[in-house]
């Protein structure tokens, strides 16, 4: 069964003292994962360190980064390398998030860097993808996505893809308070899925978790994530309350 998994990405938020305060009241939770689940915290990169800390030791709880650099290594003064991350014992990284698509002009040949060089040293992506309102409105959302896949993962091959996990962001409900319905969120995961079977073959793309995150919360993550396509949730400002995270993370199949 492949992987369920309730992401966290703190973006730009909380010192470090309320960075800790939330992961020990989240570990008091006495949250349970199986073990076809996962709870990723995607925190800011000077808090990586202290909060693997807190984490180490607790079952199927990790840190991922919220993003890494393009280039191996070199004079790219306030970058971080995938090297780096493996270093400090790092399993996972997000990439290609809207908002650095957007923000920092990262392309699809950038990412398929980024994800060449996560992968060269042993960190699994998070790759995500998803469309604007304008593409949405123009019923052009399948194919814009298909290209996003297309152009920063198909040079990869099949063994490459197994248990990989891409998360799927509609950009329009992403800090709106909109969120696609959980039919509108199964139909694109079905397409994405179905992007990857035309490329890898059916048995890789099954291997494949895919999540929602577009104002995923704990009001609606257990109608989302009750969709067969959908695999867990990329959440962003819901990850911030301890209590709305751990509902979410108790509803993931």
Same mark, same amino acid.
């Given at each position: 069964?492949?992987?369920?998994?309730?992401?966290?990405?703190?973006?730009?938020?909380?010192?470090?003292?309320?960075?800790?305060?939330?992961?020990?009241?989240?570990?008091?939770?006495?949250?349970?994962?199986?073990?076809?689940?996962?709870?990723?915290?995607?925190?800011?990169?000077?808090?990586?360190?202290?909060?693997?800390?807190?984490?180490?030791?607790?079952?199927?709880?990790?840190?991922?980064?919220?993003?890494?650099?393009?280039?191996?290594?070199?004079?790219?003064?306030?970058?971080?390398?995938?090297?780096?991350?493996?270093?400090?014992?790092?399993?996972?990284?997000?990439?290609?998030?809207?908002?650095?698509?957007?923000?920092?002009?990262?392309?699809?040949?950038?990412?398929?860097?980024?994800?060449?060089?996560?992968?060269?040293?042993?960190?699994?992506?998070?790759?995500?993808?998803?469309?604007?309102?304008?593409?949405?409105?123009?019923?052009?959302?399948?194919?814009?996505?298909?290209?996003?896949?297309?152009?920063?993962?198909?040079?990869?091959?099949?063994?490459?893809?197994?248990?990989?996990?891409?998360?799927?962001?509609?950009?329009?409900?992403?800090?709106?308070?909109?969120?696609?319905?959980?039919?509108?969120?199964?139909?694109?995961?079905?397409?994405?899925?179905?992007?990857?079977?035309?490329?890898?073959?059916?048995?890789?793309? !099954?291997?494949?978790?895919? +999540?929602? @995150? #577009?104002?995923?919360?704990? &009001?609606?993550?257990?109608?989302?994530?009750? =969709?067969? !396509?959908?695999?867990?949730? +990329?959440? @962003? #400002?819901?990850?911030?309350? &301890?209590?709305?995270?751990?509902?979410?993370? =108790?509803?993931?199949?």
């Amino acid at each position: 069964m492949r992987k369920q998994i309730a992401a966290a990405n703190w973006k730009m938020n909380l010192s470090l003292q309320q960075a800790e305060e939330l992961i020990k009241a989240l570990i008091e939770s006495n949250i349970t994962l199986g073990e076809n689940q996962l709870a990723l915290f995607g925190v800011p990169f000077p808090y990586i360190l202290p909060i693997k800390q807190l984490l180490d030791g607790k079952q199927n709880l990790f840190v991922t980064a919220q993003n890494c650099s393009a280039n191996a290594n070199g004079a790219f003064t306030g970058e971080t390398s995938a090297e780096m991350l493996q270093s400090i014992g790092l399993k996972y990284v997000i990439i290609g998030h809207s908002e650095r698509r957007e923000y920092n002009y990262e392309t699809s040949a950038e990412l398929a860097k980024k994800v060449n060089l996560a992968l060269d040293h042993k960190l699994q992506p998070v790759f995500c993808c998803g469309e604007a309102l304008t593409v949405r409105e123009a019923d052009e959302q399948n194919e814009y996505v298909k290209v996003q896949l297309m152009e920063s993962l198909f040079h990869l091959e099949a063994g490459q893809m197994k248990n990989f996990i891409i998360a799927y962001e509609p950009i329009w409900a992403i800090g709106t308070g909109k969120t696609a319905s959980s039919e509108q969120a199964q139909e694109m995961h079905a397409h994405i899925r179905s992007v990857m079977a035309s490329q890898y073959g059916k048995d890789i793309a !099954d291997s494949i978790s895919i +999540l929602y @995150g #577009g104002s995923v919360k704990a &009001a609606n993550a257990a109608e989302i994530f009750g =969709k067969p !396509d959908v695999d867990g949730g +990329l959440v @962003g #400002g819901a990850s911030l309350v &301890a209590t709305e995270f751990a509902a979410i993370i =108790k509803a993931l199949k």
